[in-house]
């Protein structure tokens, strides 16, 4: 299971990388962030459990905070976002 944060690593430093290279930089350090996160991870040799529930909290963590900006920070640019805002309120 740990090799498996290294895969999460090596995918998360390609992002990084493409995103730095298309001048996206708060994203860039967002995924250069996740990347020694999972690869110091990847290290510690836990159990398979530990990594699962590390794993779950952080997808959680993540679909809720995609959601939040995704409705309610993300600036209105297209139609269909106003058109949930004037359903919605």
């Known amino acids: 299971m740990n090799r ?3 895969v999460l690593g090596f ?3 390609a992002i990084a ?8 930089y708060p994203m860039s350090l967002i995924f250069f962030g996740l990347t ?7 290290y510690l040799n836990l159990s398979e459990r530990a990594y699962l529930n590390i794993f779950f909290g952080f997808m959680f963590v993540s679909f809720v905070g995609f ?8 600036p209105l640019g297209g139609e269909e976002h ?3 805002l004037q359903t919605v309120l």
């Open 4 to 6: 498996m944060y290294r």
């Open 11 to 13: 995918w998360t430093l």
């Open 17 to 24: 990388l493409m995103s730095l290279w298309g001048n996206l």
């Open 36 to 42: 020694a996160f999972f690869v110091a991870l990847s």
């Open 67 to 74: 959601t939040y900006y995704t409705m309610f920070m993300m």
């Open 82 to 84: 106003s058109f949930f």
